[in-house]
């Protein structure tokens, strides 16, 4: 099983896949990413670059476990 695959069945982590086009800058790239990690807690997981200059990245945070549930009143 590759490494990949392994951390998409993770229950500890929940995974989200984002793909930028090859015009987007590395600066652009890593500002993109930053306010992912600041605002919604999100980390990198992996990068593969493509020939054509496009981007995919996978980024990373632990589930949130659910607290208890609401009462029903």
Known sequence: MST??????????????????PGV?????ATQLSIHAEFAG?????????SDGTRKIWLRRKRSTPGPPAPIT
């Open 42 to 50: 999100w980390e990198l997981s992996r990068v593969l670059l493509y």
């Open 25 to 29: 800058t590395r600066i652009s790239a």
């Open 4 to 21: 990949l695959q392994e951390a998409t069945t993770d229950t500890d982590w929940e995974y989200r896949p984002l793909r930028l086009p």
